[in-house]
């Protein structure tokens, strides 16, 4: 097997690809797919034409890709935008699949790039950032992935943990990201929780009912970003608020506390407060501090320390803030509020300006732009 051959054939395959109508990234991934199908079929029957059998192999996997999104595009639009509470529907196909791509033979990390990328639709850049690593390397651990689960009998459905993981992934994508994905993570959450009785999968099904609740608020009529303070409360979903809330405290009361639940106790705070002033931040970090204990997450970390700012001032948000490392997502625009916070507005104008550069979405970066642009206004005067 000439791997260099390989290696210098990809570009010209990747561009006929793409020329044939394939965006970029579906097209990267019909070859990798392709590349991989080469390594195992080709020492034992080169073919004559390698890039023809590339180019050729390629174009089948875009093909059975596009055919996937578009049957996954076909089940969302069963979907209402907004869950109705009450018994989830039939269960179909795509929960099992979940557990069939949760495979026992890799680790739960693989698993769920796999089940994102082949179920839930999700692109690799996408994956990538739900993950904080770079695109490159998430390209390569399902590609590892794929390779290890070629040829295996999916008879071994994985475990119940690792496709809550993936849910809940595929729903915050669908929550904050590109594709709207949430609905269809609540609905089959509430498949799952229908058919495993576990406090951890009510965890995760309050988890999504209460930030979808708010989701109405989120953004303005013209569709700029809205923070949790300012979001008129009115819009928010009460009666899935309600509901969510009752999921939680059934989950709370069997003493089996995990990360959804607790994660779903601080979402609970949040929308049980009438006003943002009357938000109970001082019980929102004792929360958080059954989280970190749970899960060693520097994302957590860092929404901690806002709420530490908000508990007990601004100053000790910033002193959280300095032991995580800088390099975290949203880590400059939560150092941006806090100094404002802290009546510091020139260090804050220009560390939203930073974030905006860096914001992962187009509504994020309005969004910081307005508030450096707000702060150097005020300080003009």
């Known amino acids: 097997m000439d791997e260099a051959l390989l290696r210098s054939l990809t570009p010209s395959v990747l561009t006929i690809l793409v020329r044939r109508g394939a965006d970029f990234a579906a097209a990267e991934d019909a070859v990798q797919d392709a590349l991989i199908e080469a390594l195992r079929v080709w020492p034992a029957d080169p073919p004559r034409d390698a890039k023809g059998w590339l180019v050729t192999a390629a174009w089948r996997k875009f093909l059975d890709q596009a055919r996937a999104d578009s049957a996954r595009r076909r089940r969302e639009d069963l979907v209402d935008e907004e869950p109705a509470p009450g018994p989830a529907p039939d269960v179909d196909d795509t929960l099992q ?48 992935a794929k390779r290890t689960v070629s040829g ?22 669908g929550y904050s990201g590109d594709v709207d994905l949430s609905a269809e993570a609540i609905r089959l959450t509430r498949q799952l929780a229908r058919t495993i009785d576990h406090p951890e999968v009510a965890g995760l ?34 009666a899935s608020i309600a509901e969510g809330i009752g999921i939680l405290q059934a989950a709370l009361a069997r003493d089996r506390l995990g990360e959804f639940q607790a994660q779903a106790a601080i979402a609970a705070l949040h929308a049980d407060a009438f006003t943002a002033e009357e938000t109970d931040w001082v019980q929102i970090v004792e929360w958080y501090d059954e ?40 880590h400059t625009a939560v150092a941006a509020y806090l100094h404002e916070r802290d009546g510091d507005p020139e260090t804050a104008a220009r560390l939203y300006a930073e974030a905006a550069r860096k914001a992962p979405n187009l509504a994020e970066r309005d969004y910081l732009t307005r508030q450096a642009a707000r702060l150097n206004a005020g300080r003009r005067r």
């Open 97 to 144: 699949l979940y557990f069939l791509c949760a495979h026992p033979s890799l680790t739960p990390s693989s698993a769920v790039a796999l089940t994102l990328r082949a179920v839930g639709g999700l692109t690799t850049r996408q994956i990538a950032e739900a993950y904080l690593v770079p695109e490159a390397t998430m390209a390569q651990r399902i590609s590892r």
């Open 152 to 173: 295996v009998r999916f008879d071994q459905p994985g475990d119940v943990a690792t496709v809550l993981r993936v849910l809940y992934l595929v729903f915050n994508e």
């Open 205 to 238: 099904l309050a988890l999504m009912l209460l930030h979808h609740a708010r989701r109405a608020g989120r953004t303005a009529p013209d569709g700029s970003l809205v923070p949790l303070a300012e979001q008129d409360r009115s819009r928010w979903d009460t």
């Open 291 to 330: 989280l970190l204990r749970l899960t060693d997450n520097p994302v957590v970390r860092l929404n901690r320390a806002v709420a530490v700012g908000e508990a007990d001032g601004p100053r000790a948000g910033l002193a959280e803030l300095a032991a995580l490392d800088d390099a975290l997502p949203r």
